[in-house]
């Protein structure tokens, strides 16, 4: 009875899959589909592009080297500070993971 209900199940999906197939698509939608595509895609990086060299003007603009300074100053006590507390955290967990003996 079991391969009764296998076979009907399948002849099923077998018919549902030749109904989905449906008519094929005529070439000439595929390259009128890919010419839109081809458009938005250059029209998409032109964007891009444009606000990609905007940026960087305006960072040229605004450079200021003191202010670099400070920068590469505070990146590197930062990370000396999270170095060490990091280094605290690690030893906190693996102590109590190891439990007292």
């Not at 003007?57 to 202010?67: A, N």
């Not at 590469?72 to 439990?99: C, E, H, N, P």
């Amino acid at each position: 009875m079991g391969t009764r209900y296998l076979l009907a199940v399948f002849l099923i999906l077998l018919v549902l899959g030749f109904e989905v197939q449906g008519i094929p698509v005529p070439q000439q939608d595929e390259t009128t589909s890919s010419t839109l595509f081809s458009q938005m895609q250059e029209s998409l990086l032109g964007y891009w592009d444009t606000a990609k060299t905007t940026a960087q003007d305006l960072y040229e603009k605004t450079y200021l080297p003191s202010m670099d300074e400070k920068i590469r100053d505070m990146y590197s006590k930062s990370t000396a500070a999270v170095t060490t507390y990091a280094g605290i955290f690690t030893d906190q967990v693996l102590s109590m993971l190891k439990g007292e003996q």
